[in-house]
T-cell receptor, first 114, second 115 residues
Framework: GAGVSQSPSNKVTEKGKDVELRCDPISGHTALYWYRQSLGQGLEFLIYFQGNSAPDKSGLPSDRFSAERTGGSVSTLTIQRTQQEDSAVYLC????????????FGPGTRLTVL | GENVEQHPSTLSVQEGDSAVIKCTYSDSASNYFPWYKQELGKRPQLIIDIRSNVGEKKDQRIAVTLNKTAKHFSLHITETQPEDSAVYFCAASIASGGSNYKLTFGKGTLLTVNP
């Protein structure tokens, strides 16, 4: 079946602009995660959605970052007033809801803030 | 919160040799430790994982060991091949109830296997 998809694959924006990144999880996966991967760094957790529960936003680096998940499926990560330090690859992952479940990653969106 | 340290940051081996990557974690409540492989320009993919109730797990040329007392775990790749060249990430999480929750990743190891 289809894996996790993300769009756009690349996004170049100017400092101060808002951007929206989209994630389509694997059908039937109730858990959805956003991570950020900066150059030469590991993956940094941003936010986690689990079913209808309130999301865990503990990894969001500032209030310029927000995310929503509509209908328990597609998720959008929004970055307002982008800064150069926001430049990174933003990865989305999804999983089924059970203990010890594998997280399947999407291809990522490479964001460049000029 | 959890902190995961990974070493070395780069590793170069000759084809056929073994490669070992080590990680330590800080939160004793962590009980799930996956390893991801990321080839250049591609998404991370799970290659092996281990739960805290076992000390070792093998899958063909790949093995992972876990020392809960010392809070460290390692990835072992034997008989390395050029296609093993990639960045490897270790991770830790607390798995309970219905989900393994968020992963805390190490910074990655760039493995280069020279033919």
């Amino acid at each position: 079946g289809a894996g996790v998809s993300q769009s756009p694959s690349n996004k170049v924006t100017e400092k101060g602009k808002d951007v929206e990144l989209r994630c389509d999880p694997i059908s039937g996966h109730t858990a959805l995660y956003w991570y950020r991967q900066s150059l030469g760094q590991g993956l940094e957790f941003l936010i986690y959605f689990q079913g209808n529960s309130a999301p865990d936003k503990s990894g969001l680096p500032s209030d310029r970052f927000s995310a929503e998940r509509t209908g328990g499926s597609v998720s959008t990560l929004t970055i307002q007033r982008t800064q150069q330090e926001d430049s990174a690859v933003y990865l989305c992952a999804s999983s089924v809801t059970r203990t010890y479940n594998e997280q399947f990653f999407g291809p990522g969106t490479r964001l460049t803030v000029l | 919160g959890e902190n995961v340290e990974q070493h070395p940051s780069t590793l170069s081996v000759q084809e056929g040799d073994s490669a070992v990557i080590k990680c330590t974690y800080s939160d004793s409540a962590s009980n799930y430790f996956p390893w991801y492989k990321q080839e250049l320009g591609k998404r991370p993919q799970l290659i092996i994982d281990i739960r805290s109730n076992v000390g070792e797990k093998k899958d063909q040329r790949i093995a992972v060991t876990l020392n809960k007392t010392a809070k460290h775990f390692s990835l072992h790749i034997t008989e390395t091949q050029p296609e093993d060249s990639a960045v490897y990430f270790c991770a830790a999480s607390i798995a309970s109830g219905g989900s393994n929750y968020k992963l805390t990743f190490g910074k990655g190891t760039l493995l280069t296997v020279n033919p």
